[in-house]
């Protein structure tokens, strides 16, 4: 764990530094939506698998994953709206910026679609829904540990 902490502690410098190579309050905009874009991938993609866990130790119940993870599933779904509207205002015009918007759009939409594959296993407990649910899962840390810069 103090690996990956300091892994990410190093991505959101490096993310700083890359911001502040311009100037003016735009690139300082860009700094904090950068790390906060990728510090809410992060930690939704933990929170997911805790949850996970949680319900093969018999801490959570069907139910209670289901709601936990409906509701990561809609802060995505607002996040998803939020980044979508910003590269469609104008707002962001830079190549370098709307490719991270667009990574983490989709990202974003594979963790909901992590969440919703352990909805399902934590309903059915069929393997195949856990086998469906741990492909998405290590997708998804690939996608965003090369988004971050963060060796696999």
């Given at each position: ?100 918007i667009n990574s983490s759009v989709s990202i974003m939409k594979n963790l909901k679609e992590q969440a919703r ?36």
């Open positions: 764990m103090k690996k990956w902490m300091l892994a990410f502690g190093m991505v959101m410098l490096a993310l700083t530094v890359s911001a502040q190579e311009g100037a003016g309050k735009d690139n300082k905009l860009l700094q904090a939506f950068n790390s906060f874009s990728a510090a809410t991938l992060y930690n939704t993609y933990g929170i997911i698998g805790s949850i996970g866990d949680g319900f093969g130790a018999d801490a959570y119940d069907a139910e209670t994953v289901k709601n936990l993870l409906e509701a990561q599933k809609s802060l995505m779904d607002n996040l998803v709206k939020v980044m979508e509207e910003l590269k469609t205002s104008g707002s962001v015009a830079d190549s370098v910026t709307v490719n991270y594959l352990m909805i399902d296993y934590s309903r059915t407990k069929k393997r195949q829904a856990l086998e469906a649910y741990e492909k998405q899962r290590n997708t998804n840390w690939k996608d965003i540990s090369h988004l971050m810069g963060i060796p696999e």
